[in-house]
């Protein structure tokens, strides 16, 4: 079985510019979670997106957003970019039922900010 | 005060050694606990996963969980190069948020 996939790997933007990132879940998973992964803070949740709804949502700024696609592809957008928003955002597969449910991460986006 | 608090290391150690890395948290509320291992340029895998309190083994890990001083442990016998990564732990709760906490990560090395 494949495993999560994310595209592209590596981003290089200059400030005021907006990203979008991808994410295509393991086959067969509904949920798709995004992080950022920065050295200072570790892993942050952004949110969670079940069957093209988001269900969760962690605190992060209104210019970091998402979507989920019927075919459970999601794809992560973040407006205006700040130097601040330099950082590995990492994508996560699951069945998305319940907490026993196990995260597959994806090996990241690195998004450097200029 | 951050939920999740992790030792960020990193931490050297020969081959052969046990090492204990640890997380401590402020949420009661967290019921599920886990640890990741991410080598560098990857994403995390998971490595172990524990409900509440108690011990759990898995070949050379052993994950240990106290809901009563809200500290959890990873332990790695005979550690090997091949452990060197940073190791991660992470926490969800019953609130039907589906929410990891996760904590900084500790980098660790582990000398052939």
């Known amino acids: 079985k494949a495993g999560v996939t994310q595209t592209p790997r590596y981003l290089i933007k200059t400030r005021g510019q907006q990203v979008t990132l991808s994410c295509s879940p393991i086959s067969g998973h509904r949920s798709v979670s995004w992080y950022q992964q920065t050295p200072g803070q570790g892993l942050q949740f952004l949110f969670e997106y079940f069957s093209e709804t988001q269900r969760n949502k962690g605190n992060f700024p209104g210019r970091f957003s998402g979507r989920q696609f019927s075919n459970s592809r999601s794809e992560m957008n973040v407006s205006t970019l700040e130097l601040g928003d330099s950082a590995l955002y990492l994508c996560?597969?699951?069945?998305?039922?319940?907490?026993?449910?196990?995260?597959?991460f994806g090996p990241g986006t690195r998004l450097t900010v200029l | 005060q951050k939920e999740v608090e992790q030792d960020p290391g990193p931490l050297s150690v020969p081959e052969g050694a046990i090492v204990s890395l640890n997380c401590t948290y402020s949420n009661s509320a967290f019921q599920y606990f886990m640890w990741y291992r991410q080598y560098s340029r990857k994403g995390p895998e998971l490595l172990m996963y524990?409900?509440?309190?108690g011990n759990k083994e898995d070949g050379r890990f052993t994950a240990q969980v106290d809901k009563s001083s809200k500290y959890i442990s990873l332990f790695i016998r005979d550690s090997q190069p091949s452990d060197s990564a940073t190791y991660l732990c992470?926490?969800?709760?019953?609130?039907?948020?589906?929410?990891?906490?996760f904590g900084t990560g500790t980098r660790l090395k582990v000398l052939a």
């Open positions: 992470a926490m969800s709760g019953t609130s039907g948020t589906y929410k990891y906490i």
């Open positions: 996560a597969s699951s069945t998305g039922q319940g907490h026993t449910d196990t995260q597959y």
């Open positions: 524990t409900y509440s309190s």
